[in-house]
């Protein structure tokens, strides 16, 4: 079985927001990891994710959100 990545989201908001976005894997419309084959391929799509330099912060956010691509072993 090959490798498979993942790509982390992590979200960064102030304590005691409700309804503030999880931190985790991304996923697809239908709620399974977005995978990829190789680390390469999952940092072309992190490209695609992270902010422009017009990012407005949402309420109680003080941070635009960060990604890494981690191993996935699809557990």
Do not use: C, W
């Amino acid at each position: 079985m090959s490798t498979m990545f993942a790509i982390y989201a992590t979200f960064h908001y102030y304590s005691g927001m409700l309804n503030r976005p999880k931190s985790g894997l991304i996923r697809d419309d239908a709620g399974d990891v977005l995978t990829f084959s190789s680390h390469d391929a999952a940092n072309r799509h992190i490209r695609l994710l992270e902010p422009s330099e017009h990012y407005r912060l949402q309420y109680g956010e003080y941070s635009p959100p960060s990604f890494r691509v981690r191993k996935y072993s699809g557990k």
